[in-house]
């Protein structure tokens, strides 16, 4: 991991060094993950090995996923703030269904709710056009009053992780986290999607000027419907995923996420207003996020310490990589 | 203090008495030597508008002659760079809208200065309005029971304008600048408010009047001051037959020019027409901004479009091109009657729209090749992976064949304003559209580039596509169209064919005035009828 080393070397090295990051935004997020690695080895000499890696990526790829719904969403001028509240029902009923039921269709019925929330989402967005902010959070209020009556039913039944969410979420092949194994594809298709579909580069340019996508034929509500679908079926994934990674149910189990997958994407460089951006950033947003956290967490402070400097950090992160990348 | 007299600028019909002090006196608001640039541009060179007390004085140019900049000036809007300003003969720099206020110099602008959230009587406390003034000069103007407490947004649009004209009225300003006033409004609140106007001047108060339409130029002014390129041309007495006169003074040295223009394009690509039509439209209506129009677009025609600005032009293109519904009216396209309800079902028709501001038609920060693909991926079938290779070399074939300069790699947001609208026309060209809707397509970009897009229209036209050409420079109808259709007030008032379009005929039609005798006298006419309005059409 020495990037460094691809710099430029030149005289006005300030400038083409600017000039460089800006025309490849991914370098200095990375730099800045190594630092933060570098910096946790310096604290605690020795955390960093194989088993300290797999486990943050283990944390980090329930983070990454939610982001990629953020990434996508914020490219079009939306955020889903509804994730959350998406991945706390899939992975609850999950974990409730499957005692009763079989695998397949515990899984289905755990899916479902995330399909209905994220058509609601998208109606909402694209034909009445609700702000996103307002209609992600009132889908997710009201999906968190359906958990708490669902809970109420199923109460007597008790909960189990099923084997196949514990494999994933937690175990390790040769030493990698299994979760990859879901993670992998999941990140290749949200690359390839956004770079190399007709649906990517609409919400690119729904983003960018939403008359100018109108000008050209495309249909507002439909991009907007099948985005928060899309949107809210990764969270329900990522759901069944982290239930098997924290194994214990409850009503706001993924609910911590949400506001770190929308930090996650804007350090990674995905604009709030729209237009720019992409999931490459975001993942490595994520595990800096991830990061971030464990070197706070060994640093022996009180809780409000560790959440105040871990706003303050974000804060200064994002501040100082916009003036990076946008400097043009 | 009354005494009958006759002056000399003022022979007219409709006015009786008038304050005779007024007429003798110094000029009320008396502006010279007005300049203003933009950057390099100059929006005014040198204006001048000396309005008597007690006078309706209008002011007239074609578009982009330095009107609105002057108003912006005399109210007090922006800063001239150079100029002297006199308000009853004592300099005066108006600094700001309040102080041109305080100087008893009020505008009324085209669009409702009330704020839209406050309720009648609060927009009046705002402006230190009286009340009970106002609600005389409301009653005046036609309407009989304004609730003062209605919010403004629930009040119609033309009752607006009139509150507006109100309010200013109510606080008995010396000079009362009105742009467009009648614009907007029905036939009897127009006439009520031409009525105001005209008692207005006679109660030796003056008013600044900007209008398109001659009929209540000639109606109400008393003199007319006529600008063109930023400069004042000339200060003239409304009077029987003048607005020939003003239409010349408006062109200026541009008339010499067209006619050889027109002996050179009219050899150039001939059309391939044929004899069905490609767009059909009928009595299409629209609001208050359409009433009806009706014209053909033959398969390898360029028809263009000539219209002051507002005269329902914005809302022609937009209906065509699907962005609004018309409220009555048909559309035929290749015969078919169709209903367009999204841009999308017009660009399926095979009609395109390129609208004249590019940041309308452009993602900014995206690539030239994603912006000129970007209706390959509208419809949801055509979402998934991209054909990179044919996308390819569409794109390219188009980028060439409007010869785009990409050396600026990246966002469309790096080329130059010429370069951005050729990728708005070339985005067309490589989705193969039939027809293309050009709203003055070449508005602020350099001469070489206009050159290239006329070329390019023409090539089209030869290739049996067609083309709707809006567009607000006069001498470019020449240059491209086959036939010019003028509309007015939302109606078609005439249509030529290229050989009859000159400027004059065109600045004639495109003020609702009637089609002189020298059309009878063929294209070169070049002679300069004295008074030929009332020649029979």
């Not at chain 1, 967490?297 to 105040?308: A, F, Q, V």
């Not at chain 2, 607005?243 to 200026?252: S, W």
């Not at chain 2, 920060?365 to 994603?370: I, K, L, N, Y």
């Not at chain 2, 809707?437 to 049996?464: H, M, N, S, W």
Request: proline fraction near 5%; glycine fraction near 10%.
């Amino acid at each position: 991991m020495t990037n460094s080393a691809t710099l430029p070397q030149p005289a006005p090295f300030g400038r083409r060094l600017k000039r460089f990051m800006a025309d490849r935004p991914i370098i200095p997020l990375i730099i800045l993950l190594v630092i933060l690695v570098m910096i946790l080895q310096i604290l605690r000499p020795g955390i960093v090995n194989e088993r300290w890696i797999a486990n943050t990526a283990k944390f980090a790829i329930p983070l990454a996923i939610l982001a990629g719904c953020q990434t996508m969403t914020m490219l079009t001028g939306g955020i889903d703030l509804s994730v959350g509240t998406v991945a706390t029902m899939s992975a609850f009923i999950m974990a409730t269904q499957i005692v009763n039921q079989d695998p397949a269709v515990a899984c289905v019925l755990a899916m479902l709710p995330a399909l209905l929330i994220g058509l609601v989402n998208g109606i909402g967005v694209g034909v009445f056009r609700v702000h996103p902010l307002i209609m992600t959070l009132g889908t997710s209020l009201i999906g968190t009053g359906f958990l708490q009556v669902y809970q109420r039913t199923v109460i007597a039944s008790g909960a189990r992780i099923p084997d196949f969410l514990n494999w994933l979420g937690t175990g390790l092949t040769y030493g990698f986290p299994n979760a990859l194994f879901l993670f992998v594809p999941v990140a290749v298709l949200i690359v390839f999607t956004l770079n190399r579909t007709g649906f990517g580069r609409l919400l690119y340019a729904v983003g960018d000027n939403e008359h100018a996508a109108r000008l050209s034929g495309v249909r507002y509500w439909q991009v907007v419907t099948a985005l928060y679908v899309i949107s809210s079926l990764l969270a329900g994934i990522t759901g069944l995923l982290y239930i098997g990674l924290i194994k214990a149910p409850s009503l706001s189990l993924a609910e911590p996420l949400v506001l770190p997958s929308v930090a996650a994407a804007v350090i990674g460089g995905t604009s709030i207003f729209g237009g720019r951006g992409g999931y490459m950033g975001t993942i490595i947003g994520a595990l800096i996020l991830t990061v971030l956290t464990t070197l706070l967490t060994i640093l022996h402070m009180p809780e409000g310490g560790r959440r105040i400097l871990f706003g303050f950090i974000v804060l200064f992160v994002t501040a100082a990589y916009l003036r990076i990348i946008e400097d043009r | 203090m009354r005494r009958a007299s006759v002056t000399y600028c003022c022979i007219k019909t409709g006015h009786t008495t008038r304050d005779p002090n007024a007429l003798t006196s110094n000029p009320l608001l008396d502006a010279t030597g007005v300049a203003k640039n933009y950057g390099a541009v100059a929006a005014l060179r040198n204006a001048s508008l000396s309005v008597l007390p007690g006078e309706v004085h209008a002011l007239m140019g074609a578009n982009g002659a330095g009107k609105s900049t002057l108003v912006k000036i005399l109210t007090g809007a922006i800063r001239a760079d150079a100029g002297r300003i006199l308000i009853r003969g004592e300099v005066s720099d108006v600094r700001s809208p309040a102080a041109a206020r305080r100087a008893g110099l009020l505008p009324v602008y085209q669009e409702p200065a009330l704020i839209p959230d406050l309720n009648v009587l609060s927009n009046l406390r705002l402006t230190g309005t009286p009340v009970e003034p106002f609600r005389a000069w409301v009653r005046e103007l036609g309407i009989p029971n304004l609730d003062i407490r209605e919010t403004a947004r629930d009040i119609p649009l033309a009752v607006l304008r009139v509150l507006d004209l109100a309010r200013a009225l109510a606080v008995e300003p010396d000079v009362l600048l009105l742009d467009e006033m009648t614009a907007a409004l029905p036939a009897n609140l127009a006439e009520k408010v031409l009525e105001v106007v005209r008692r207005q001047g006679d109660s030796g108060r003056s008013v600044i009047f900007i209008s398109h339409r001659f009929v209540e130029i000639s109606a109400l002014c008393d003199r007319a001051t006529v600008l063109r390129d930023g400069a004042t041309v000339g200060v003239v007495d409304i009077e029987p037959g003048i607005e020939e006169k003003i239409v010349e003074m408006m062109l200026g040295a541009r008339i010499e020019k067209t006619s050889v223009a027109a002996a050179r394009m009219a050899n150039e690509t001939p059309a391939a027409k044929d004899s069905h039509p490609r767009l059909s439209v009928r009595n299409l209506q629209l609001g208050t901004k359409l009433h009806d129009v009706s014209f053909d677009l033959a398969n390898g025609e360029v028809a263009g479009v000539v219209a002051l600005e507002g005269q329902g032009q914005d809302e022609l293109f937009a209906a065509l091109a699907g962005s609004i519904r018309p409220a009555g009216g048909t559309i035929a396209v290749d015969g078919a009657p169709v209903k367009f309800s999204h841009p999308s079902d017009a660009i399926r028709a095979g009609i395109a729209y390129v609208p004249g501001d590019r940041t309308e038609a452009l993602a900014m920060q995206r690539s030239v090749r994603e912006n000129i693909a970007l209706p390959f991926s509208a419809a949801p079938r055509k979402w998934g992976p991209i054909k990179a290779r044919r996308e390819r070399m569409v794109v390219s074939s188009a980028i060439g064949r409007l010869q785009i300069d990409t050396r600026a790699q990246g966002e469309v947001q790096r080329l130059s304003g010429g370069n951005q609208q050729k990728v708005t026309i070339a985005r067309w060209i490589a989705a193969d559209a039939r027809t293309i809707l050009c709203f003055d397509p070449t508005r602020g970009i350099d001469v070489g580039t206009k050159q290239e897009i006329y070329k390019l229209l023409r090539e089209l036209a030869g290739l049996g596509k067609s083309v709707l050409f809006y567009t607000s420079e006069l001498e470019e109808v020449q240059r491209v169209c086959d036939r010019v259709i003028v509309i007015f007030g939302g109606r078609v008032v005439d249509t030529f064919p290229v050989e009859l379009a000159d400027e004059p005929a065109l600045m004639r039609a495109a003020y609702g005035l009637p089609r002189g005798a020298r059309e009878d006298v063929g294209i070169l006419a070049d002679v300069r009828p004295a008074s030929d309005t009332e020649a029979a059409p």
